[in-house]
């Protein structure tokens, strides 16, 4: 179960900011992280991180300063037109265990390139 208050230095997200895990880079700046997923769910998968220590969006949200929140909402529209996502895409972060958060760093995915299915399934 992922702790969602609690930041553990350890995760994934974490060792690819510090350079200890490749990543292919989409978009960077002083506050974010955007890289390719390693296991894509659709032709254009890319994670958005912060470069601060947030397990959740709930953390982020909630401890973040305006300025990191600003920087990594308008940096989602800089990377669709980066991606040429013209069509659309889909974001989604998850939180905790029942949202289905692998990795306690807030994240957020962005996916396209195709037309999505159903968000859920029944």
């Known amino acids: 179960m992922i702790d969602i208050k609690n930041y553990n230095k350890d995760n994934v997200f974490g060792k690819i900011l510090r350079k200890e895990i490749p990543s292919d880079v989409v978009y960077e700046t002083e ?3 955007a890289f390719k997923d390693i296991n894509p769910q659709a032709p254009i998968h890319v994670v958005i991180i912060p470069k601060k220590e947030f397990c959740s969006f709930d953390d982020f949200s909630r401890s973040s300063g305006e ?3 600003l920087e ?3 940096s989602i529209s800089i ?9 659309g895409y889909r974001i989604i972060s998850n939180i905790g265990d029942f949202g289905g958060q692998e990795v306690p760093h807030f994240h957020i995915h962005m996916l396209g390139g195709k037309r999505l299915g159903k968000i859920v399934a029944p």
Do not use: F, G, Q
């Open 72 to 74: 990594m909402i308008r």
């Open 31 to 33: 506050e974010i992280y």
């Open 79 to 87: 990377i669709a037109d980066i991606l040429e996502l013209k069509k």
């Open 67 to 69: 300025k990191t929140i």
